[in-house]
């Protein structure tokens, strides 16, 4: 009877009662859109930004800066294939290391497609360190190819669609510089803000065995390395710096005898600036709860202000404070926890839906957490129903006369 | 049925203190059919709305139907307003978005009567001010007089000794409001206690005393009600006096 009568009131008033559930709705899952492309876009940022490869250290050849045991400052220092060996052996916290021989200007063709590309000669090591990560179907280089010198190549996605198109790359033939070449794997698309050597997505790897026995290299163009936990980072360039230093006499305090580009220091160096987004979401994210919850504590108080009239009139029939107050409430919960609700499931639709319009380029992939979502619903609820309630109570407090004046 | 003394009700809005009674004596016994007339402001609505148990006096003693209710909290007073009083507006305040019929059940539901009992009250009641083929129909289907009798079986709907009406004809043309007053006199002649706030010398005439309030009191000088009776004679409305 009770039930039905709050049902009844509600019905009665289906203006009302619809604008109070949109406005809801459109708080809810305007908060959680936000807060879930705020997310998209920082993940994205943060891929973007790794895209080079996650704390890796690039080292390029220099030239000394320093004397040393006798010897003058400016003599260049190169870097080799057994340097890397070298490096293997006297560094026990070494991860992964790849020698890379970089060819610009090589002309690639397939079937009637002829173009120039620049290629890069490495080993299997590198896919991973690099974020070189072959598609569905493909792989990276491995070590047989690099031990047997084998003719196949890894291209960047951007590559085979432009030798390729739409057709299937891996096990096709490439002629590079007109000796034919087995596709084994293709790049999955990443994001990739940074570069030493142009964009991975336009190259082609192939086993630097074969490159070397091809183009002719002895000298490296760069070495990629990896310490095998972070906290070693710091200590692995350091020894490598050594380790070269005493095999080719420089000061291993002569950080310009080796080159070394280092993304953990650009991490660092970027931490700030990630750190100042994430408070800048947050800043948003509390803004639009605040903004959120002012809109609904806004439509909760006119629709009671607009039912005090009501309120007066049923405290002068007789109705007890506690019957009209419980009345407001559950029908308060009925129109919040619904439009909440419906909110939510709309938001969360669309961010499952996203991934369909192909925007993730732009803005990455939204998401956001259970956790996160429900709580910040729920926390726009509570505003909901305190602003429909206090201002009820405070109605249902009055005189009857006092609250039918208002 | 109705023992006011020394009833006074001040309303403090801002700065302004205003005193709407000024300690009211009045007396109204069971089965009196009584109206209170007064100049606009005099006090007849704050003094209704105290009989009615709406509102308080700021001092004074009241005593409704031998129970003296000033000690009262307020879900005591919810009681006696549901149960011993039927108050019938001007504005006849009834729910727009409820039909007739829902409108009359609300003091019933807040009385906790069953349904099946109360289904048949209301149509009852409708059916006594005239209104059985009217249960669907809501507010802004009804004619004003239509509303003002809703309003009234609502008033009795939890049987009422003490019916109050504060200007129950006012926003009526005089033959839909002479037919309340003759709902009236027939209720009064049931039984009902009636005490009725109005302008209208053709109604006021109808009912067996006549209180007249002025400036927060009652006047009880027999120059000054003569006064008051003339001006209203002749202009058919109490507000000149
Ligand atoms: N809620 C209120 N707040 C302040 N003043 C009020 C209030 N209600 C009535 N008054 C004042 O009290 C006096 C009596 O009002 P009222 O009882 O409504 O008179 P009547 O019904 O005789 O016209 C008037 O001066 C009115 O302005
Ligand atoms: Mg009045």
């Known amino acids: 009877m009770f039930i039905r009568q709050i049902f009844r009131d509600m019905r009665g008033q289906k203006l009302r009662s619809a604008l109070t559930l949109f406005g809801i709705f459109w708080g809810t899952s305007a908060l959680i859109l936000l807060g879930a492309f705020g997310h998209g876009i920082h993940a994205h940022q943060v891929k973007q930004f790794h895209g080079l490869g996650e704390n890796i250290v690039i080292m390029w050849p220099g030239r000394t800066s320093m004397t040393y045991q006798g010897l003058p400052k400016g003599r260049a220092i190169y870097l080799r294939e057994e340097d890397v060996s070298l490096l293997k052996a006297q560094i026990p916290d070494l991860g992964p290391i790849s020698i890379e021989y970089q060819n610009w200007g090589i002309s690639l063709k397939r079937g009637k ?294 | 049925m109705i023992k006011m003394s020394g009833i006074r009700k001040a309303y403090n809005t801002g700065r302004i203190k205003v005193e709407a009674l000024k ?68 504005a006849f305040n009834l729910l727009p978005y409820a039909t007739a019929f829902e409108n009359v059940e609300l003091p019933l539901i807040f009385g906790k009567v069953a349904t099946k009992k109360r289904q048949d009250r209301v149509v009852e009641l409708l059916g006594r001010v005239g209104l059985q083929d009217r249960l669907g129909h809501k507010p802004a289907e009804l004619s004003g007089g239509e509303m003002q009798r809703v309003a009234i079986a609502r008033a009795l709907a939890n049987n009422p000794k003490l019916l109050l009406a504060d200007e129950p004809t006012g926003n009526l043309d005089s033959q839909s409001g002479k037919a309340i007053i003759d709902l009236f006199e027939e209720l009064w002649k049931s039984g009902t206690t009636i005490l009725m706030i109005t302008h209208d010398f053709n109604v006021a005439k109808r009912t067996n005393r006549v209180v007249y309030l002025r400036d927060g009191l009652v006047v009880t000088k027999a120059a000054d009600i003569a006064q008051g009776i003339k001006s209203w004679k002749h202009d058919r409305q109490f507000d000149t006096a």
């Open chain 1, 113 to 406: 497609v002829i173009l120039s590309s620049q290629i890069a000669g490495v080993s299997a090591e590198y896919g991973d360190m690099r974020n070189v990560i072959a598609d569905w179907g493909g792989r990276f280089l491995n070590e047989t190819d690099v031990n047997l010198r084998r003719r196949v190549c890894f291209i960047g996605n951007d590559l085979k669609n432009d030798l390729f198109g739409e057709t299937d790359a891996v096990g096709q033939v490439v002629e590079v510089n007109g000796v034919p070449f087995t596709v084994v794997g293709v790049m999955v698309k990443k994001g990739q803000d940074s570069s030493y050597s142009g964009r991975d997505e336009d190259k082609l790897f192939m086993p630097y065995t074969t490159s070397a026995m091809m183009f002719g290299h002895t000298m490296a163009d760069v070495v990629v390395f990896k310490a095998k936990s972070l906290d070693k980072h710091n200590d692995v360039k350091d020894q490598a710096y050594k380790v070269l230093g005493k095999k080719y006499k420089f000061d291993p305090l002569d950080k310009q005898a080796l080159w070394m580009w280092d993304t953990a220091e650009n991490m660092e160096f970027f931490s700030s600036f990630f750190w100042g987004f994430r408070i800048f979401l947050m800043m948003i994210s509390f803004a639009t709860l605040i903004v959120g919850g002012i809109g609904v504590a806004n439509i909760m108080y006119v629709v009671v202000k607009e039912r005090s009239r009501e309120i007066g009139l049923k405290l002068a029939l007789g109705a007890k404070k506690g019957f009209v107050l419980v009345q407001f409430l559950l029908e308060t919960l009925f129109i919040t926890f619904l439009g909440g609700a419906t909110g939510f499931m709309f938001a969360m639709g669309i961010i499952r839906m996203f991934p369909s319009f192909d925007l993730e380029e732009y803005v990455g992939i939204p998401s956001i957490s259970n956790v996160e979502a429900i709580a910040s619903v729920s926390l726009l609820m509570l505003i909901g129903l305190a602003a429909g309630f206090f201002p009820a109570r405070r109605a249902a407090s009055l005189n009857p006369v006092q609250s039918l004046k208002m």
């Open chain 2, 23 to 90: 300690g009211v004596d009045l007396e109204i016994g069971a089965g009196e059919f009584v109206s209170i007339v007064g100049p606009s402001g005099s006090g007849k609505s704050t003094l209704m709305n105290i009989a009615g148990c709406l509102d308080v006096p700021s001092d004074g003693g009241y005593e409704l139907d031998g129970e003296s209710v000033e000690k009262l909290n307020m879900s005591q007073l919810a009681d006696i307003r549901n149960k011993k009083i039927g108050f019938v507006f001007q």
